[in-house]
């Protein structure tokens, strides 16, 4: 298994400021919109800020999960802490006998 974790801060002017849950419906609607492949992420909002957390099949929807994270109107930060699930017929690594 992969793991990539990224942290960043992101400061926003307070009138633009969202509720927790508005954050989580709106990025929990992105992440089920366009990441098809198999996925488990749970998106939970304290404070305005995101730990993305559970799995998703490839190395590209933990990026792009982290990409709407960072988009999302009202989202101070995330912590990526998706990881790779990588099925057996996926695996780059054969074993050899």
Do not use: Y
């Amino acid at each position: 298994m992969l793991k990539h974790t990224q942290k960043i801060h992101v400061f926003a002017d307070v009138e633009f400021l969202e509720t927790d849950e508005e954050i989580a419906g709106r990025l929990i609607g992105m992440i089920e919109w366009n990441i098809s492949k198999e996925k488990d992420v749970r998106v939970r909002v304290e404070d305005r800020w995101v730990p993305l957390t559970g799995h998703v099949g490839c190395h590209e929807d933990s990026e792009q999960a982290g990409q709407f994270a960072k988009i999302v109107k009202g989202c101070a930060g995330f912590t990526n802490h998706l990881v790779v699930a990588v099925t057996e017929k996926e695996s780059p690594l054969q074993c050899v006998a």
